[in-house]
T-cell receptor, first 116, second 113 residues
């Protein structure tokens, strides 16, 4: 069963528009961790944020913000005033507690195209 | 610059060749990972090493053989690959806890002729 769903395959916006990328997850664990990564065309996955299941505070980092809602099992990512450099594929991932490593369940990714 | 270094960046090989992909990190991380990523797909986990021991093999064909010589290095030995093995191969590392982010290298783009 798919643990992380990113229903938006591809989104196109014009520069300076705000855009929200959706992520819905499923897990039976009470302790778990959620992550967002950015993958530009160069290929490297860049870590953006981690959130644990006990911390429902929303977070803002510059133009980026994240909305974690346990009630709806969602961890959405908003980019404010988007820029061309934000164009990339964005992955949401879930990790469940209990190992000496981190097994990610990735969503299928959302490709964001920001046009000038 | 990424803190996880992968070499080579590009590799073209025939189906009868033997080659190796290399990955190195100096962040003191105790877990290292190999992923395969096809175009327009998420990374697909292949292997996980934790404290230099193989912890996960996701039913990967034996033509892929991982090796972890020490805590900083991870190799992936390739032999008799098939055209469908052409993909981006990503290495990652993390501290030895399930709540820690993985740090990825730039990947090796592999093409099988």
């Amino acid at each position: 069963a798919q643990k992380v769903t990113q229903a938006q395959t591809e989104i196109s916006v014009v520069e300076k528009e705000d855009v929200t990328l959706d992520c819905v997850y499923e897990t039976r664990d009470t302790t778990y961790y959620l992550f967002w990564y950015k993958q530009p065309p160069s290929g490297e996955l860049v870590f953006l944020i981690r959130r644990n299941s006990f911390d429902e505070q929303n977070e803002i980092s510059g133009r980026y913000s994240w909305n974690f809602q346990k009630s709806t099992s969602s961890f959405n990512f908003t980019i404010t005033a988007s820029q061309v450099v934000d164009s990339a594929v964005y992955f949401c991932a879930l990790s469940e507690y209990g190992n000496n490593f981190n097994k990610f369940y990735f969503g299928s990714g959302t490709k964001l195209n920001v046009k000038p | 610059d990424t803190e996880v270094t992968q070499t080579p960046k590009h590799l073209v090989m025939g189906m009868t060749n033997k080659k190796s992909l290399k990955c190195e990190q100096h962040m003191g991380h105790r877990a290292m990972y190999w992923y395969k990523q096809k175009a327009k797909k998420p990374p697909e986990l292949m292997f996980v090493y934790s404290y230099e021991k193989l912890s996960i093999n996701e039913s990967v064909p034996s033509r892929f053989s991982p090796e972890c010589p020490n805590s900083s290095l991870l190799n992936l030995h390739l032999h008799a690959l098939q055209p469908e093995d052409s993909a981006l191969y990503l290495c990652a590392s993390s501290q030895g806890d399930s709540n820690q982010p993985q740090h990825f290298g730039d990947g090796t783009r592999l093409s099988i002729l």
